[in-house]
């Protein structure tokens, strides 16, 4: 069953992509602490409420500019050998503040041996703005002797079960080799989760994430070089040493020094809505494709996304279903009222229900090229169904052209009567 945090707020991915974008394209490690800093406050939450992630983008990004500010460039040392795996200790209601130096060097201490240098960090109850002072965090470059790689940690409270708190990224919408989760027997849950650049050549993003059933975190991210070039073919750290690093017992000093959640609910899993699943919608869609059509299910993707090819044409589709409902009704007359975009085509059909198509280029009034079609049908009992499609095999690849499906196809397939039941 699909939930109310199932999917993430399109406006912070895109930001964060566009972030790491510029970040990987720049020379220098500014662009790319700035990224840092407002990726790991705000990176995909998948199972988080829309509102609550464009909410509180703008802060984070200011909290990634301020953090990188703050602080110089640490010194260069050696580090020991990987930390041990071990459960992470209980809280202090009363918590003892960690240094930079302190977290840094516990951080270092948890590395395989090599050479560290501190770009940016800092200590536990240091943070300015509503909410820092439940996180730590911080990057730095790791050498292991086969070149220096980009590292950013980050140790954090949230009000996130090991469900939502560890998920691996959308394949759908960022290239990915691989991402494994695995459940631990405390309840606490690692996802190793290996990504691909869409920017530098060779570039491979490897994020490890573990959370607990009370909302700890620990998150990295490592990159086989700068974001602006790969040196390496891969990140230094392994799968196994990833998932060491984020499991060590050491983490319990951390999360001792930083407060409980205030006013917070307790860690829960996502409230389940009612509606169709993502495979219970792909399996009513696949049968009112066009005849000669053939689709897929998208790697590494949770969501209805649907890889479609007619005529030699291949096109990624994504669908929504909301039931009937009394806010569907007033959706269908905001629908019917609101200002259309230059390419928007709106029809009432003899039953009732709305339909709506529309072409979109780079923004909600560009019109050339045409990047991005849809169709949705507002049934008069207030149930919704969308059709986004995208000419490109996945979100990254997509391009100007002829898409497989027509806007009259899917208009066709959004208004079938199969969607009434």
């Given at each position: 069953m699909s939930t109310d945090h199932d999917f993430e707020d399109e406006f912070a991915d895109?930001?964060?992509?566009?972030?790491?974008?510029?970040?990987?394209?720049?020379?220098?490690?500014?662009?790319?602490?700035?990224?840092?800093?407002?990726?790991?406050?705000?990176?995909?939450?998948?199972?988080?409420?829309?509102?609550?992630?464009?909410?509180?983008?703008?802060?984070?990004?200011?909290?990634?500019?301020?953090?990188?500010?703050?602080?110089?460039?640490?010194?260069?040392?050696?580090?020991?050998?990987?930390?041990?795996?071990?459960?992470?200790?209980?809280?202090?209601?009363?918590?003892?503040?960690?240094?930079?130096?302190?977290?840094?060097?516990?951080?270092?201490?948890?590395?395989?041996?090599?050479?560290?240098?501190?770009?940016?960090?800092?200590g536990t109850g240091e943070g300015k703005l509503a909410g820092a002072e439940y996180t730590v965090g911080g990057t730095l470059t790791f050498d292991d002797g086969a070149g220096a790689g980009i590292f950013d940690y980050r140790a954090e409270r949230t009000d996130l079960m090991p469900e939502a708190g560890a998920v691996c990224m959308d394949g759908f919408t960022m290239p990915q080799d691989s991402c494994e989760r695995t459940k631990l027997p405390d309840g606490s849950a690692v996802v190793i989760d290996k990504l691909r650049s869409e920017h530098t050549p060779g570039g491979r993003e490897w994020r490890a994430?573990?959370?607990?059933?009370?909302?700890?975190?620990?998150?990295?991210?490592?990159?086989?070089?700068?974001?602006?070039?790969?040196?390496?073919?891969?990140?230094?750290?392994?799968?196994?040493?990833?998932?060491?690093?984020?499991?060590?017992?050491?983490?319990?000093?951390?999360?001792?020094?930083?407060?409980?959640?205030?006013?917070?609910?307790?860690?829960?899993?996502p409230t389940p809505v009612a509606g169709p699943s993502a495979a219970e919608l792909l399996a009513k869609l696949v049968p009112l494709l066009p005849a000669g059509a053939t689709s897929s299910t998208p790697k590494g993707s949770d969501q209805a996304n649907l890889t479609v090819t007619l005529d030699g044409r291949t096109s990624m589709v994504l669908i929504g279903v909301e039931p009937a409902s009394e806010k569907g009704k007033q959706d269908e007359k905001y629908a019917e009222t609101s200002p259309s975009t230059p390419l928007e085509v709106r029809a009432k059909l003899p039953d009732g229900t709305l339909v709506v198509t529309n072409r979109f280029g780079n923004g909600k009034t560009a019109t050339d090229p045409v990047l991005h079609w849809t169709a949705e049908a507002y049934f008069p009992d207030g149930r919704h169904v969308s059709f986004s499609e995208w000419n490109g095999e996945n979100g990254y690849t997509a391009r100007p052209g002829t898409p497989a499906l027509s806007l009259e196809q899917l208009k066709a397939i959004a208004t079938d009567p199969a969607w009434r039941s």
């Open positions: 895109g930001f964060a992509r566009a972030l790491r974008g510029a970040a990987e394209l720049a020379p220098e490690l500014l662009g790319h602490l700035l990224m840092a800093g407002a990726e790991q406050r705000g990176r995909r939450r998948r199972h988080r409420r829309r509102a609550a992630v464009a909410g509180g983008l703008a802060v984070l990004v200011l909290a990634g500019a301020g953090g990188f500010m703050a602080v110089g460039r640490g010194p260069v040392g050696t580090v020991g050998p990987v930390g041990t795996v071990g459960p992470v200790g209980t809280v202090s209601q009363k918590p003892a503040k960690m240094s930079e130096q302190e977290v840094v060097s516990l951080v270092t201490a948890l590395l395989p041996p090599g050479k560290v240098s501190v770009l940016a960090a800092g994430t573990w959370a607990a059933p009370d909302g700890r975190r620990v998150s990295v991210i490592e990159y086989n070089g700068q974001p602006a070039g790969a040196n390496r073919a891969n990140p230094p750290l392994s799968s196994e040493q990833l998932t060491a690093f984020v499991t060590a017992a050491a983490w319990e000093r951390v999360f001792a020094a930083l407060p409980p959640l205030k006013n917070a609910p307790a860690p829960s899993t």
